[in-house]
């Protein structure tokens, strides 16, 4: 039996086992999916060391970025976001297990928001820094659109909520939600942007999808704007990432 599974934590809010496991069961494939929760990334070890049969891993908040370390290798487009969410695990020189790092998130982001741009659609506000938040910028950035993060605290090249301003928003028409604000079970949580600016031109993505509509989407679906959860993302990565472990 093959067996597969995710990293992160929390996991409660996740998806991708029931996804994984009904998927298996239906095509008749001989495989497992479970959850690896752990609260800090050097457990990946213990998770590595506890299942030597494991054939691959999804990569979830808030490792995509800390577990790049303890891979053996990144492919180029990972490489160019710093961010990992799918790991391959092949057998290298003397059986020894070899990991390798891709993002199928750019692929699933893209794939799913393109269809919802128009010619209005030339800039964007992406909120949060984590690694979700880079393959979102470099997916956008293939797209065509300029975007600039949004941070809670002053970094370089982003701005800070302070800053976001209505004046802002009159060009900055897709925002792009990277944070877990709103997502189960605190749903009366959103960040904090100036929505009354918000109109029906603007495009407001969020990357949860537990619950399936977010104050921060009901909010820009009540000036108008159209909205969109993340769960076709999620679906389209997961295809992605099979893609990738087969390959």
């Not at 290798?73 to 695990?89: M, P, S, T």
């Not at 269809?115 to 506000?125: G, Q």
Request: with cysteine; glycine share 8%; aromatic share 10%.
């Amino acid at each position: 039996m093959q067996k597969f599974g995710l990293l992160g934590y929390p996991l409660g809010h996740s998806f991708s086992k029931t996804y994984f496991n009904r998927k298996f069961e239906a095509e008749k494939i001989d495989a497992q999916y479970l959850n690896f929760e752990i609260p800090d990334i050097k457990d990946i070890k213990n998770v590595l060391k506890e299942n030597p049969d494991l054939c691959g891993l999804n990569v979830t908040l808030p490792y995509k970025t800390q577990v790049i370390p303890f891979l053996d290798e990144i492919d180029e487009d990972a490489k160019l976001i710093g961010a990992v969410n799918v790991i391959k695990f092949s057998k290298g020189f003397l059986g020894k297990t070899k990991l390798k790092g891709y993002n199928s998130d750019i692929v699933g982001f893209k794939q799913s928001i393109e269809p919802l741009l128009n010619e209005s659609h030339k800039k964007a506000l992406i909120l949060g820094t984590g690694g979700s938040s880079k393959a979102v910028f470099h997916g956008l950035k293939q797209l065509g659109i300029d975007a600039t993060f949004v941070s809670r605290t002053p970094k370089d090249l982003c701005v800070t909520y302070e800053e976001v301003t209505s004046k802002m928003l009159e060009y900055y028409t897709v925002i792009v939600n990277c944070t877990p604000l709103g997502m189960y079970p605190h749903m009366d949580n959103c960040p904090e942007i100036p929505y009354d600016a918000l109109t029906s031109k603007h495009l407001l993505y969020d990357l949860l999808y537990n619950p399936d509509e977010t104050l921060f989407m009901k909010k820009g679906k009540e000036k108008g704007a159209v909205v969109k959860n993340g769960l076709e993302m999620l679906l389209l990565q997961a295809f992605e990432a099979w893609q990738i472990w087969h390959r």
